[in-house]
C-alpha cells in the first residue's frame, strides 16, 4: 500500500505512485458497446467527431450526454469510468492527494471527491 498524487488539468489526468507515472489524456470515445480513452480515442475521434469528448474534466459536472452507451448519462460519468481505468494499472493505493484546476467550484471538488470515493480511495488533502 502507498501514497498516490492524482493531477488533474483540463486534457490530462496524472497518477503518481512512487517512481511510476501513468499518464492519460482526458479524451474519450463512446461507443455503443464500449469507451475508449486516451490518445486512442483522440485519433479514433477524427472519424467519429460527433462522439468524440475533450472537456469532461474541465467542465466537470452533471452536463448530460446523449450516446447510446448505458455506462455514460453525463461528464462525471466519463471522469469516473476513465479514473477507475487509470486506477486498476496501479498498485494498491492507502491513500491519495488530488492535485485539481484552481478554477474547480465547490460543486466540481465535492463532485471528485465522490467520484474517489466510488473508485475506493482515500483522499487526504485536495490541493
Known amino acids: 500500500m502507498s501514497l498516490a498524487l492524482i493531477e488533474i488539468n483540463d486534457h490530462l489526468l496524472t497518477i503518481r505512485q512512487g517512481k511510476k507515472s501513468l499518464r492519460e489524456n482526458g479524451y474519450a470515445l463512446i461507443d455503443k458497446e464500449q469507451l475508449i480513452f486516451g490518445q486512442d480515442a483522440y485519433a479514433r475521434g477524427k472519424l467519429c467527431p460527433a462522439n468524440f469528448y475533450c472537456r469532461y474534466w474541465q467542465q466537470l459536472g452533471y452536463e448530460e450526454i446523449t450516446t447510446s452507451n448505458a455506462q455514460v448519462r453525463h461528464f462525471a460519468d466519463l471522469a469516473y469510468l476513465q479514473l477507475k481505468a487509470m486506477l486498476d494499472k ?38
Open 90 to 127: 496501479c498498485a494498491d493505493i492507502s491513500e491519495t492527494i488530488l492535485m485539481v484546476p484552481a478554477n474547480y467550484s465547490q460543486q466540481q471538488l465535492s463532485l471528485l471527491l465522490g467520484i474517489a470515493s466510488s473508485c475506493q480511495l482515500k483522499v487526504i488533502a485536495v490541493i
